[in-house]
């Protein structure tokens, strides 16, 4: 009798922490610009604005982080460093910032539209060389958005997805029965989340959605239609979704259907964070998923850093 008094007043005790501390809730995060950058709140466009400071016009890249929304600090220190490399660069947030909705669903994909669209139009920017760098969900609609837009050059999409999936609510922790994106007021034909395996955790939801995604073609990322180069980054240990196996389907559709040239970087003992730039002091990086991180991640972010400049510098020098 003691022992189950003393079983339930944990449970008690947990539920009532779980109900105060809510620690699945993701903190947002709206970082100020630093660094020569500033904050740009106009015409849609929230974000932080990083020219290059040379006189001549140089290539602009839009940064577009995942499913924490906002400004992390991880998708502001990424920014900074490809501006340091000669981009002007803007990191986006497209939902949870001011005036933006709380949930990650319906996003109107024209946000990047307008984003894309400021971009061009700064004196710092050469206009002919556009590039997208998104992470998670911003690699999702990085490619959607480099799908319909012949004026994209480059995308690097960092633990991408192949499809459309429904969106997510952080205040209530639990999947959307919307779809994550909208174009013209209409929702984007949405893959629906599978069965959640206890076991495998979130991941599961993915994995057992993908094994229907052959019932569901108008879900599929239409790559084909991408004119970029496209360098994609994996981590063979995501716990949070499949992206291993999500870019081998997206390098896959465009060799069957003659698409954009895709390369993968694929990193066996690394997981939803094999891509970031170098950590900088003081720096929070992001942090996926409950465990400890992989320790393939450092290695894997080193590699793929260095990589993705390479890339860059490859796909947007003028001819």
């Given at each position: 009798?003691?022992?189950?008094?003393?079983?339930?007043?944990?449970?008690?005790?947990?539920?009532?922490?779980?109900?105060?501390?809510?620690?699945?809730?993701?903190?947002?995060?709206?970082?100020?610009?630093?660094?020569?950058?500033?904050?740009?709140?106009?015409?849609?466009?929230f974000g932080n604005y990083y020219?290059?400071?040379?006189?001549?016009?140089?290539?602009?890249?839009?940064?577009?982080?995942?499913?924490?929304?906002?400004?992390?600090?991880?998708?502001?220190?990424?920014?900074?460093?490809?501006?340091?490399?000669?981009?002007?660069?803007?990191?986006?947030?497209?939902?949870?910032?001011?005036?933006?909705?709380?949930?990650?669903?319906?996003?109107?994909?024209?946000?990047?539209?307008?984003?894309?669209?400021?971009?061009?139009?700064?004196?710092?920017?050469?206009?002919?060389?556009?590039?997208?760098?998104?992470?998670?969900?911003?690699?999702?609609?990085?490619?959607?958005?480099?799908?319909?837009?012949?004026?994209?050059?480059?995308?690097v999409a960092a633990v991408p997805?192949?499809?459309?999936?429904?969106?997510?609510?952080?205040?209530?922790?639990?999947?959307?029965?919307?779809?994550?994106?909208?174009?013209?007021?209409?929702?984007?034909?949405?893959?629906?989340?599978?069965?959640?395996?206890?076991?495998?955790?979130?991941?599961?939801?993915?994995?057992?959605?993908?094994?229907?995604?052959?019932?569901?073609?108008?879900?599929?990322?239409?790559?084909?239609?991408?004119?970029?180069?496209?360098?994609?980054?994996?981590?063979?240990?995501?716990?949070?979704?499949?992206?291993?196996?999500?870019?081998?389907?997206?390098?896959?559709?465009?060799?069957?259907?003659?698409?954009?040239?895709?390369?993968?970087?694929?990193?066996?003992?690394?997981?939803?964070?094999?891509?970031?730039?170098?950590?900088?002091?003081?720096g929070q990086t992001r942090r996926?998923?409950?465990?400890?991180?992989?320790?393939?991640?450092?290695?894997?972010?080193?590699?793929?850093?260095?990589?993705?400049?390479?890339?860059?510098?490859?796909?947007?020098?003028?001819?």
């Amino acid at each position: 009798m003691i022992l189950a008094c003393a079983i339930a007043c944990c449970l008690l005790g947990g539920l009532t922490w779980l109900v105060i501390a809510k620690p699945w809730k993701m903190p947002v995060l709206l970082v100020d610009a630093r660094e020569n950058g500033r904050r740009v709140d106009e015409n849609g466009v929230f974000g932080n604005y990083y020219p290059t400071r040379s006189a001549e016009r140089h290539p602009g890249i839009l940064v577009i982080g995942g499913s924490e929304g906002g400004i992390h600090d991880q998708v502001d220190r990424d920014a900074r460093a490809l501006s340091r490399e000669g981009y002007s660069v803007l990191a986006l947030s497209f939902f949870r910032g001011p005036g933006q909705p709380r949930a990650l669903g319906l996003i109107p994909l024209e946000v990047f539209d307008r984003a894309l669209e400021w971009l061009r139009y700064q004196p710092e920017v050469d206009a002919k060389f556009l590039a997208i760098v998104g992470m998670s969900k911003g690699a999702e609609a990085a490619l959607l958005v480099a799908s319909s837009r012949p004026d994209i050059t480059a995308v690097v999409a960092a633990v991408p997805s192949s499809v459309v999936w429904p969106g997510f609510d952080w205040a209530r922790f639990r999947g959307l029965k919307e779809s994550s994106w909208s174009r013209e007021g209409r929702p984007l034909s949405m893959l629906p989340y599978g069965r959640m395996s206890w076991a495998s955790g979130v991941r599961s939801i993915y994995e057992n959605g993908l094994k229907a995604v052959a019932d569901h073609p108008e879900t599929v990322i239409p790559i084909e239609r991408c004119r970029a180069a496209i360098l994609l980054v994996c981590g063979g240990k995501d716990q949070v979704w499949p992206s291993c196996v999500m870019a081998e389907q997206i390098a896959a559709r465009a060799r069957e259907l003659s698409g954009s040239t895709v390369t993968i970087l694929s990193y066996p003992d690394a997981d939803h964070g094999a891509f970031a730039s170098p950590m900088e002091p003081g720096g929070q990086t992001r942090r996926f998923g409950f465990g400890r991180p992989a320790s393939g991640n450092v290695a894997a972010q080193t590699d793929s850093w260095s990589r993705t400049l390479a890339f860059l510098r490859d796909r947007l020098q003028p001819s």
